[in-house]
């Protein structure tokens, strides 16, 4: 009987040591600034303030997608149509919060000699193939009665298209700021041609989380996303604008003067407007009616073969369940 104790007693012990040792809840970020905003709380110990052990995890764009779908990470930031590029092909994340959705920070950037869309007719552009630059383009195409047919489309990753454009190889190249910023800071005579702005709603951008991990961790990822619009506010404050800036800048090695300009690029949402964009629709400014135009571009660019439903990711009661 005393061993069965002394048995039960060693049990509960390595069951509160496993506790203790649990690993932590991973999240992959990269440069975009509705991901980056995440320095933040990361800075300010808002997740351990919350009784949270996060590890904020930094990569480049599509390594971060690349590492979510090896389960290696947790959760993403990723745009909601590259989301299901994931999900086709595995387990289907979950969508917990909507962070943005771009308003002029992603962009078609010309080189010398390009100034409008138009002027592509024949030339080859730049971009990171099935990913939402290419998704841009085409966008910007149809609005100028073109087709992707009328360019030639050279694979580039997005950290590469200063380079490539200034090389003279392209024509123009579609990146998101910061990296446009830098394209159009390095390469003299090039020029914004089209930009998000001029398709609102067609980038949105979430945290997708694991299904394994949002079922084990259901109230980790309500405060972990009730700590995002957080930052949010912290960056939207007038009071404590300059500090978010200071902090996001540089993490990804930028000067904050130039930052700060082209912070209204992306449109931060608050958790009011997050609840408008849960409302069922199919116009562009509802995450379900955005995530449709990205199904048709995945399926017409044969990124997977069998369309994906938006209800299938979203888990709106998350966003919906905070005040």
């Not at 007693?9 to 999240?27: D, E, F, H, R, Y």
């Not at 003067?257 to 199919?282: D, R």
Request: aromatic share 8%.
């Amino acid at each position: 009987m005393k061993l069965k104790t002394l048995l039960i007693t060693a049990l509960i012990g390595l069951a509160s040591l496993a506790g203790v040792m649990a690993a932590p809840i991973k999240i992959g970020y990269s440069d975009w600034p509705g991901y980056t905003v995440m320095e933040v709380a990361k800075q300010k110990g808002w997740f351990k303030d919350a009784g949270l052990d996060v590890e904020m995890v930094w990569f480049e764009y599509s390594p971060s997608i690349d590492a979510f779908s090896a389960g290696k990470i947790d959760a993403d930031m990723i745009v909601a149509g590259d989301d299901m590029v994931t999900g086709a092909s595995g387990a289907k994340s979950k969508i917990v919060c909507l962070v943005d959705y771009s308003e002029g920070s992603d962009m078609i950037v010309g080189g010398p000699g390009i100034d409008s869309i138009k002027d592509l007719k024949g030339k080859k552009v730049g971009v990171e193939l099935t990913l939402v630059e290419h998704e841009l383009l085409l966008q910007a195409l149809k609005v100028n009665g073109m087709s992707q047919s009328d360019v030639t489309l050279v694979g580039t990753t997005t950290d590469k298209t200063p380079q490539t454009l200034a090389s003279g190889q392209v024509s123009a190249i579609g990146a998101w700021y910061p990296i446009s910023g830098q394209a159009l800071k390095q390469v003299a005579g090039s020029k914004k041609l089209f930009t998000s702005a001029d398709a609102k709603g067609l980038i949105f951008d979430v945290i997708a989380v694991s299904p394994t991990s949002y079922a084990a961790n259901k109230e980790a990822w309500s405060k972990i996303t009730a700590i995002y619009y957080k930052c949010v506010d912290y960056l939207m404050d007038p009071k404590t604008r300059d500090d978010a800036i200071k902090i996001m800048s540089a993490k990804v090695g930028a000067d904050p003067v130039e930052y700060a300009k082209n912070v209204p690029g992306t449109h931060f949402l608050t958790v009011a407007e997050a609840k408008t964009a849960l409302k069922k629709s199919h116009d562009m400014m509802s995450i379900y009616g955005s995530m449709e135009l990205s199904d048709k571009f995945n399926l017409d660019n044969a990124v997977y073969k069998v369309s994906q439903k938006p209800s299938d990711y979203l888990v709106p009661g998350v966003v919906n369940g905070l005040k």
